[in-house]
Structure formats: C-alpha cells, structure tokens
C-alpha cells in the first residue's frame, strides 16, 4: 500500500468517479480502477459499490476515508516538518489562469521557479475555476468577478476596471460612436459568467448602458480574438489586452468611461494538508499580483 493511492482513493471520493479522478490527477482511467481494485484487495474489503451509472462509497468505504483524510494531513505535516528543516521546499502545483491573462503572471510565476528550483508548476488555463478546481487537480486559481461558490478559500488581490475596445478595422466600417446611446446600434460582444448570465448590461461609473449582444461566449479568450478580428465592441479589462492597445491592435472607445471595478482572487479548495509549495506560491501571488494589476 502507497500514499500516492491513499491520495488516489480520496480524490476518488471527492470527484465521485474514476474518471474524474484520472482526469484530475492526470492519469488513464484503467489505471485509476487498477488501483483501486489492488487497494481493496489489500484492504481484504471493498470500498466502493460500483454501478454503471454511479459510484458511492460502501459502510467499510466511509470508515476508511475518514481515517485516511487524517493520515494523509499527518503524513503532510511531517514532510512539511522534514522540508523546513532543510530549507529545500520541493513539490508541485498546479495552477489556474484566466486565458490570455498569463501575460502579467508569466514573470511572477518565473520569479517563483528562480526562488523555489525543486518546485514544479503546472500551469492551466481555465474558462471556471470552480469547475476545473476539480476536473484538472488545481491546487488554486485566479479568479475575475463575482464569487458562486462558498466552498473555496478567496484571497482577494485587486480591483480591475474595464475599459470599452474595438480593432481599427471594426471601427472603420461601423464608425466610432460618441456617445453611449450610440452603443445600442453596434455589435457587442457579450461575456456569459459561469452561473449563465448573460452581461449585456455594462455597468460603467455613474451609467449603465444595455448593448445588442451579436455575439456571447463563456471564454474570454475566445471575446478578445473576435474584437482582435473586427467582429464588434467589447469591454475588457487592461490585464487582457495590454499587449493589443500597444500594437495599437485595439483602440478604446469611449476612453472617458470605464466599468466599476471587478475583484479578483485566488482560490483554492478548503482543505486541509495544503501542501507547502502551494503556500509559497500564494504568498508569492499575493505580495507580488497587486503590483502587477
């Protein structure tokens, strides 16, 4: 029996099937299910009551997990103990982004390895961090705008405003608009937050305005190439298109409004036997994120 399958068994457990659990931990699913079945083998007890539709844990299961969640966040803190000693944190993390926001993370992040050599990153891009937390085995993630889930740890870093784009291509055949009310006779390009709103609505300082969404996406990254391509007006913030305002790529409209503000945040899971690399990485996030933002 190995720590790594007691850590396979929890996250089992917690993602509610093998396949979840192979797609976390990066691993083929037959070779969650081997593991597992070796791992009640040993146990002489089965730990799971498997159906083709669902997978619950059986009383022996329950049992179990409890005891292993308590020895695993013993077995963290005491190779957390051994790693202070030597001054030689070591272990990996995996981290969520905003897509196209690794621009202004990507030093930080590189600062981090400079600091911490025997510490890997995985770095991952994520459209919804409270879903991909789970899918894709992220210790923590960045995280933009309203938070819809309690469950998560949120370290807040900033506030970000948005400000109103467009390509000179799109602006040289639909003209630029002078006013917000002129808004409402161009093409929009919408965000749909993770719980499905549409935001339509953009609230700017002291005004909001209503816009014909022509085009909607859940992927930011996906709204900043249409603008890039002319396909309408959006509102992003600096963050994910200072790269594209200085090759003059994307121009502002209306550069005399701007939204109120977005909070951003770290997230990661609530739970015990965070491992010490995380925690670096999080201090790191939060001393150095703000300066950046």
């Known amino acids: 029996m190995r720590i790594d399958d007691l850590k396979l068994f929890t996250t089992v457990v917690q993602l509610g099937s093998f396949t979840a659990a192979a797609n976390a931990m990066d691993l083929p699913r037959a070779n969650v299910s081997r ?64 897509p196209e926001s690794d621009e202004a993370i990507q030093h930080i992040l590189y600062q981090f390895q400079d600091m911490y050599p025997e510490i890997d990153l995985d ?19 960045i995280h933009a705008g309203k938070l819809h889930d309690s469950s998560f740890v949120a370290r807040h870093i900033a506030q970000l405003g ?5 390509s000179p291509s799109y602006i040289e055949q639909y003209g630029m608009p002078s006013t917000l009310a002129e808004l409402a006779t161009h093409q929009c390009i919408c965000y749909r937050w993770p719980d ?84 670096l990485l999080i201090d790191l996030l939060l001393q150095e994120l703000p300066k950046k933002l």
């Open 196 to 279: 499905g709103t549409l935001e339509d609505n953009w609230d700017l300082i002291d005004e909001e305005v209503k816009v014909k969404s022509r085009l909607a996406s859940n992927n930011i990254g996906f709204i900043r190439r249409a603008m890039l391509d002319g396909r309408g007006i959006g509102i992003l913030p600096p963050l994910l298109a200072l790269s594209s305002m200085e090759s003059g790529a994307l121009v502002r409209v209306l550069p005399q409004y701007q939204s109120r503000a977005d909070d951003v945040w770290l997230l990661y899971p609530d739970r015990h036997g965070i491992s010490r690399a995380t925690r």
């Open 123 to 141: 770095i991952r891009s994520t459209n919804s961090c409270y879903t991909d937390m789970y899918e894709q085995g992220l210790d923590l993630a």
């Open 35 to 98: 593991r597992i079945g070796e791992l009640e083998k040993s146990l002489n007890a089965q730990l799971f009551f498997r159906t083709t539709r669902k997978l619950r844990l059986s009383q022996h299961g329950e049992a179990y997990y409890k005891e292993v969640l308590t020895v695993l966040e013993a077995y963290q803190k005491a190779n957390d103990t051994l790693l202070k000693l030597d001054d030689r944190p070591v272990g990996k993390v995996k981290l969520g982004l905003l």
């Open 162 to 166: 948005r400000m109103l784009l467009a």
